[in-house]
């Protein structure tokens, strides 16, 4: 497992309580990485297996950690998804919704709500799509931000100088493998999602997956992004000209008016340039904001048109690999 990213386990021994510093770090560690063995926590965290052991004995009977019985793998509990489920609905999810309905009514494609964090764009909220081929993944779900279409269009709402600090001796490679051609290639990438409005990729998140994105707030204010999640079967060059006015359309209609009190708070928008954070090298995506393109009740044959790339499928939608 990889270093979380603006995240250093085991480092902050100085608090006032190792037992509650443990416990967030196994939490943390799963949430940021998936899945892991007791030796893995061990090594990316610098706790005792002994004390993890402990920790770990207690968090599995308080539901906040739960056991693979077939791999033995430890991953997040039912108590983490009960409190997300519990956590208050921001103005900005609540507005999404009927936003995000509104979009899937009319194009039928899997729409998100996401925030930047750090160098990763986060899901916040989703509304799905009726097609048995579509995007799986989960709220709480990361991703690196330069290959999201999200990220890119979050990302490009910064100067350059901004983003060269923010990814100073990173590799940009990309969930599916592209490795970009360092900062330069970024830099023009969001160079043309400043210019025409709006960000995509393609392959680059999911193997036979289409976004494309559209900033929420005024330009030096944007709060977050809106995407539509298309399999590559169902993207055509026509039916993207249909979908981006209605994409632009509800970012507009999702941006905070001024003098509106229900601004989402800063702490969705981190400072740019944050120079604290560690350089990592982006490879693979973390476990549990995989994303996959998943049939439910249907053949496992490409659609007529799709990629000739294999896409990707989970087939179990409820559990997180």
Known sequence: MEAAIGYQPGRRRGAASPGIAAVLDVLEMLDRHGPATLAQLARET?????????????????????????????????????????????????????????????????????????????FIAKEETTHPVRLVTTIGSRLPAFAAASGRVMLADRSEEDVAALYAGCELVTPTGRRLDG?????????????????????????????????????????????????????????????????????????????????????????????KLAPPAFTQPNQSSKLAITTIGASTQPEDGADSTPTERWLNESRQQ
């Not at 992004?225 to 993207?240: E, I, Y």
């Open 46 to 122: 610098g706790i005792a297996k002994s004390t993890l052991h402990r920790v770990c004995s207690m968090m599995f009977d308080r539901g906040w950690v739960a056991r693979d019985p077939r791999s033995g793998y430890l991953e997040l509990g039912p108590r983490v998804a009960w409190l997300a489920q519990a956590a208050p609905v921001s103005p900005l999810t609540t507005a999404f919704q009927e936003v995000g309905r509104r979009l899937v009514a009319r194009h039928n494609e899997t729409t998100c709500l996401t925030v930047l964090d750090g160098r990763e764009t986060v």
């Open 183 to 275: 900062l330069d290639e970024l830099l023009r990438i969001l160079s043309a999602a400043r210019r025409r409005g709006y960000a995509e990729n393609l392959d680059e998140t999911a193997l036979g997956l289409h976004c494309l994105a559209a900033p929420v707030g005024m330009p030096g204010r944007v709060l977050a992004a809106v995407t539509l999640c298309v399999p590559t079967g169902r993207m055509s060059a026509a039916r993207k000209r249909e979908m981006l006015p209605d994409l632009l359309r509800a970012a507009q209609d999702l941006a905070p008016r001024p003098g509106n009190g229900d601004q989402p708070s800063p702490a969705n928008t981190p400072p740019p340039g944050n120079g």
